[in-house]
Structures are given as structure tokens and as C-alpha cells.
């Protein structure tokens, strides 16, 4: 089983729309959490941290669930340049080191 | 947060040869991590680069296959060593500056190709 798991997607969805990733992580020794964006042939760029009180970012709001292992990345009001590759990552505080989950794809269309 | 400059960008190279990629920081960061990420996948880690020593390896991965320095705290190396087509991937470095355990930078990647 994967450290970190999520759906793959890919999401299609119209621009406007709320769209919900969600990823479940196995490993409870990983006590921080983030949410990269990979867009295609770039690198991943830190999106947004996840803390267990929960956190928001303008459209990005982030949610972490201890109990259940389960992190999730809702974006409200999609815009066409959301579209990339999610990527759900947790730290192993011990090592500093990311696990990273395999990613789920967002297309928004017109 | 740190700029990372990666090289090279991309190269096709010969089975049985090698390639070394450098990843230079423009400020000292307390860790170096180098990644690869095969096609369509997600991120992978090779191993920690250790600053003085020996590179903490990844299960899977070995120091004959992924030679890697680190002579300093603002640079490190990755070689790729006597390459098959399997070895064809994307490879990241990434850091971990002393402002704090989230900031995380990635460099541009390597997109390596062997032919």
C-alpha cells in the first residue's frame, strides 16, 4: 500500500465549478502535510500547507483529519489556469523528507 | 524562498554511459533531496544529500547506480551511472532552507533520455 494514495483523476470540470481531491495517508508518523501544483513539464510548486484546524487560501481551502487519515484540497469558483496536477504530500518530520502521493489531474474547460 | 538552478535542462545520452546533474542554490539550506519522476508518475526520492558525507539512500536505490556530492551547502551533484533506457526520467533536486521545515524548493528538473 501507498503512503500517501489519491485518486488520479483526471477532474473535468467547467470553469466556475467547485471541485474536492482528497487523499488518505497511511504512515502516522507523517505529521505535516501540502498540497503541490505540477503543471505539465514543470516542476512542483508548494500550493498551500494543510493543518488540522483546517486552512484557506483565497479559492484553496485545505483540510487535514488526524483520526482518519485524510487530507482534502477544495477549490471553489475553478478558473481555467487551475488546471494542473494536485499533488498530496506528506513530511516525514524525523527525515525531512516528502512522501508524495501519485497526483491527481484537473482539466477546467471553458 | 531559495532559487535553485538546475542543469542541465535535458540530454539524450548513450546506454552505458553516464551524466552527471549539478543543482546550484543561491543561499545555504540546511537539507538537498534529489527526486525522479518517470513518465506519468509522481515524485520518487533517490536520497538525501548530506553535506560532508555519504548520501542517505532510498530502498531501491545504490550509490554505484546514483553517485551523489555534496561539497557544500549551496551545491550538489547527481550522476546517473552506466545508463540503460530504464533510467530515462525527469530528475529534481530539491531544498529545504534554513527559514523553516516548509519551504520546500524544487529545481527545473533534468528531462533525461537514453537511448
Known amino acids: 500500500r501507498k503512503e500517501v494514495e489519491q485518486d488520479p483523476g483526471p477532474f473535468n470540470v467547467p470553469e466556475g465549478a467547485t471541485v474536492a481531491f482528497n487523499c488518505t495517508y497511511s504512515?502516522?508518523?507523517?505529521?505535516?502535510f501540502f498540497w503541490y501544483r505540477q503543471d505539465c513539464r514543470k516542476e512542483p510548486k508548494l500550493l498551500m500547507s494543510v493543518y488540522s484546524s483546517g486552512n484557506e487560501d483565497g479559492r484553496f481551502t485545505a483540510q487535514l483529519n488526524r483520526a482518519s487519515q485524510y487530507i482534502s484540497l477544495l477549490i471553489r469558483d475553478s478558473k481555467l489556469s487551475d488546471s494542473a496536477t494536485y499533488l498530496c504530500?506528506?513530511?516525514?518530520?524525523?527525515?525531512?523528507?516528502?512522501?508524495f502521493g501519485s497526483g491527481t489531474r484537473l482539466l477546467v474547460r471553458p | 524562498s531559495a532559487v535553485i538552478s538546475q542543469k542541465p535542462s535535458r540530454d539524450i545520452c548513450q546506454r552505458g554511459t553516464s551524466l552527471t546533474i549539478q543543482c546550484q542554490v543561491d543561499s545555504q539550506v540546511t537539507m538537498m533531496f534529489w527526486y525522479r519522476q518517470q513518465p506519468g508518475q509522481s515524485l520518487t526520492l533517490i536520497a538525501t544529500a548530506n553535506q560532508g558525507s555519504e548520501a542517505t539512500y532510498e530502498s531501491g536505490f545504490v550509490i554505484d547506480k546514483f553517485p551523489i556530492s555534496r561539497p557544500n551547502l549551496t551545491f550538489s551533484t547527481l550522476t546517473v551511472s552506466n545508463m540503460s533506457p530504464e533510467d530515462s526520467s525527469i530528475y529534481l533536486c530539491?531544498?529545504?532552507?534554513?527559514?523553516?521545515?516548509?519551504?520546500?524548493?524544487f529545481g527545473s528538473g533534468t528531462r533525461l533520455t537514453v537511448v
Open positions: 504512515n502516522s508518523a507523517s505529521q505535516s
Open positions: 504530500v506528506g513530511l516525514m518530520d524525523s527525515s525531512y523528507k516528502l512522501i
Open positions: 530539491s531544498v529545504l532552507g534554513t527559514g523553516g521545515k516548509y519551504g520546500y524548493t
